[in-house]
């Protein structure tokens, strides 16, 4: 299990093959999150973030085959089009890759201390949080 | 007793501030009450922490409700809900 949360970019495929090494595993299920189309900066909690990616990581190995995870995280000043956050998430099968990928992002994005604030012509304003981010977490009760 | 305060986010810019020691009296045993009593300072205190305002609030890094206990050495952080992902 690897979670990192830092300023540099990271690379999807390396990180990939860093998680395929056991040959149990069968399946990998990954997702990346982008930044659309305003700059961005995001702030974090340095130790509780960590710490809180770790306890989702291990509720979704509690519900499902979590053979290996990898979640990171970046903070700092983000362009367009850059990437933010990525899942990859290891299992015999792809049934419980894709379920745990989904649940660890649900959660992380309701539960992780992570803060956008956005800048446009207009000036720099802090994103709200959105209902339906909450919604979403309803499926997994 | 000395707890260690903590403000992420608009939180921190409106306070003007990132965290503070303070040293709360003995009235003050939850994180409710300690977010009571940041309030009862005022200004851009009592605004920040308004009761309508949406204030999560984590106890030694972990999300905590307002009756969660506070004890002396304590670090409790106050922040808008999570944005992340």
């Given at each position: 299990m690897k979670v990192s949360v830092q300023k540099e970019d990271f690379d999807l495929g390396r990180e990939v093959r860093d998680i395929?090494?056991?040959?149990?595993?069968g399946a990998v299920a990954s997702f990346v999150g982008l930044v659309r189309d305003v700059r961005m900066t995001l702030e974090h909690y340095p130790g509780m973030t960590e710490g809180s990616i770790r306890s989702i990581v291990d509720e979704a190995a509690g519900r499902w085959q979590v053979m290996d995870c990898t979640v990171i995280h970046r903070y700092g000043d983000l362009e367009p089009n850059a990437q933010i956050v990525m899942v990859a998430v290891a299992s015999a099968h792809r049934g419980d890759a894709f379920a745990a990928c989904e649940f660890i992002m649900d959660y992380l994005k309701t539960q992780a201390p992570f803060w956008k604030k956005e800048h446009t012509a207009g000036g720099a304003a802090w994103v709200e949080a959105r209902a339906s981010d909450d919604e979403a977490l309803k499926k997994w009760k | 007793m000395k707890v260690r305060v903590l403000f992420f986010a608009s939180l921190r810019e409106k306070l003007g501030c990132g965290g503070e020691e303070i040293d709360a009296p003995?009235?003050?045993?939850?994180v409710g009450a300690l977010r009571e009593h940041l309030r009862a300072r005022g200004g851009a205190w009592a605004e920040v922490f308004a009761p309508t305002r949406a204030v999560r609030a984590a106890l030694n890094q972990s999300m905590a409700q307002p009756g969660a206990h506070i004890k002396a050495g304590d670090e409790i952080a106050f922040f808008p809900p999570v944005t992340g992902g």
């Open positions: 395929s090494g056991n040959d149990k595993i | 003995p009235t003050v045993a939850t």
